[in-house]
């Protein structure tokens, strides 16, 4: 049962990896696909612009500057490095132009991108056609840039969107001359942040949605696992406790209808306590069952105001009486407070009494019953203190639930029905208090009781 519940958490929690696997697969895929249909729209949105007549006639008076420039300047090895800042010299008077024809049509375009672009050189060759020498006139280096066209931006955060190559013969030289186009989408995080947000919500809140599903039905799971182990030790432990009586009324009515009996009145009577004892006995047992089937709601208190100090030394004394053995040593520091408890004397005792009984069933033999106020909490405190076997921090809560009985003790050691201490938690709550365990394995516990001041 334990192995299989195990295997159905980890194949739940192995299905819902799973799942977050596939859901983020979808997701990275459509983000994909989303990234290359926008880049695609804005490159087609470029290439029109690019392509269109007025920009068209920008590049010719680049051309027609460098060229001109070029007939001049090729012949000597100074000319070229003139050739160079020549042209960023005609970048710098046609770029403006350039940019403002560039943003007007774009803005004509269906959809708003706000593109960066820029054109830059990449390579200008010169070959001597008589020598067949070649000269290179400049090579990107990749740090430095000549621009012809556009904004200046980091290659690394552009696109690549288009690679030529422009030859001329131009008298004996033969020019080579390579470009290529970028494009920087401006802040493209956001863009595809805004076109994805609502996939991303919606399976955010689908993820959500199956872990709490997944989380409430495992608790579920567990809440009825604990209950199905909890009636199996509450049918055994009551079989266990049915038996002793059971078998001890069928001796004594064997032994009183035996011919032995008959003519002796000392074994009658005898065998006639222990029926009555026994008798006593099961009708506590199913009062027990009973009365703990109540919650708080349910119990009817009939509370009147009465002096602490006398209520508790009188219970105590009464108590002393019943105890077994002379062994058991009950200390007092009961003071006399002056506040009055408002409460139900009846099941007030009845709460303390399980609690004395459990101190000495769970192997206490130096039990301490303290009575004060707590001034903090303005609540009248009693304490029950005992030296028993203790309670280690992780069943504190759970001792309190019905038919709780902590298993890793031998439970044939210390016999019950785990109702003990639910019936006390439903008295005190029903008074409005509350009850509380400090304790430590093997080192005792300290039960607290709080009954608020009215
Ligand atoms: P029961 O005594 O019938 O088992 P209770 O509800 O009275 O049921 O107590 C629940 C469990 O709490 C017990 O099974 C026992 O393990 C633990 N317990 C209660 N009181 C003490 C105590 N004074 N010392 C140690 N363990 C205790």
């Not at 266990?240 to 000392?266: M, W």
């Not at 004395?356 to 009575?371: D, E, F, P, Q, S």
């Not at 365990?437 to 516990?445: C, D, F, H, M, P």
């Amino acid at each position: 049962m334990h192995l299989r519940f195990k295997g159905l958490v980890i194949i739940s929690i192995a299905t819902l990896a799973a799942l977050i696997g596939i859901q983020g697969y979808l997701i990275y895929n459509t983000y994909e696909l989303k990234k290359k249909t926008y880049t695609f729209d804005a490159r087609t949105a470029i290439a029109k612009v690019y392509n269109s007549k007025e920009v068209d006639s920008v590049m010719w008076i680049y051309r027609n500057n460098f060229l001109s420039n070029l007939k001049t300047d090729a012949k000597s090895p100074e000319g070229k490095i003139h050739l160079l800042s020549d042209l960023r010299k005609t970048t710098a008077t046609i770029n403006p132009g350039f940019l403002t024809i560039y943003k007007a049509g774009l803005a004509k375009q269906e959809e708003n991108f706000d593109v960066r672009f820029k054109k830059i050189a990449t390579s200008i060759e010169l070959t001597d056609t008589l020598t067949g020498k070649t000269d290179t006139i400049y090579r990107s280096n990749g740090t430095d840039t000549l621009i012809l066209l556009g904004e200046d931006f980091n290659v690394n955060e552009g696109l690549l969107i288009n690679n030529s190559t422009w030859q001329d013969h131009t008298g004996p030289f033969k020019l080579v001359f390579k470009s290529s186009v970028f494009m920087d989408i401006e802040g493209w995080d956001k863009v595809m942040l805004r076109e994805l947000s609502g996939i991303l919500v919606l399976s955010s809140l689908l993820f959500l949605f199956v872990v709490g599903l997944l989380y409430y039905s495992i608790q579920n799971l567990m809440k009825q696992k604990r209950l199905a182990e909890i009636k199996t030790d509450f049918i055994n432990n009551i079989t266990h406790e049915l038996k002793t009586p059971l078998s001890t009324l069928s001796l004594a009515t064997n032994t009183l209808t035996s011919e032995h009996a008959k003519g002796n009145k000392e074994i009658a009577d005898g065998a006639v306590k222990i029926i009555e004892r026994q008798n006593m006995r099961l009708q506590k047992l199913i009062d027990q069952v009973l009365q703990s089937s109540l919650g708080y709601q349910q119990i009817q208190l009939s509370k009147e105001h009465f002096n602490g100090k006398i209520f508790i030394n009188e219970l105590l004394d009464d108590y002393i009486l019943t105890i077994p053995s002379s062994e058991i040593i009950l200390n007092r520091k009961i003071e006399s407070t002056g506040i009055a408890i408002e409460a139900d004397r009846f099941y007030l005792s009845t709460a303390i009494i399980n609690i004395l009984n459990n101190a000495i069933k769970y192997g206490g033999t130096k039990l301490t019953v303290n009575y004060g106020i707590d001034n903090e909490n303005s609540s009248h405190i009693i304490t029950i203190q005992d030296n028993g076997i203790g309670i280690s921090p992780k069943y504190q809560k759970i001792i309190f639930a019905k038919f709780y009985r902590i298993s890793e003790k031998d439970t044939h050691n210390y016999k019950g029905l785990g109702l003990g201490l639910y019936y006390t938690k439903q008295i005190i709550n029903a008074h409005g208090g509350i009850i509380s365990v400090e304790s430590q394995a093997n080192r005792g516990s300290v039960f607290t009781i709080k009954i608020p001041i009215v």
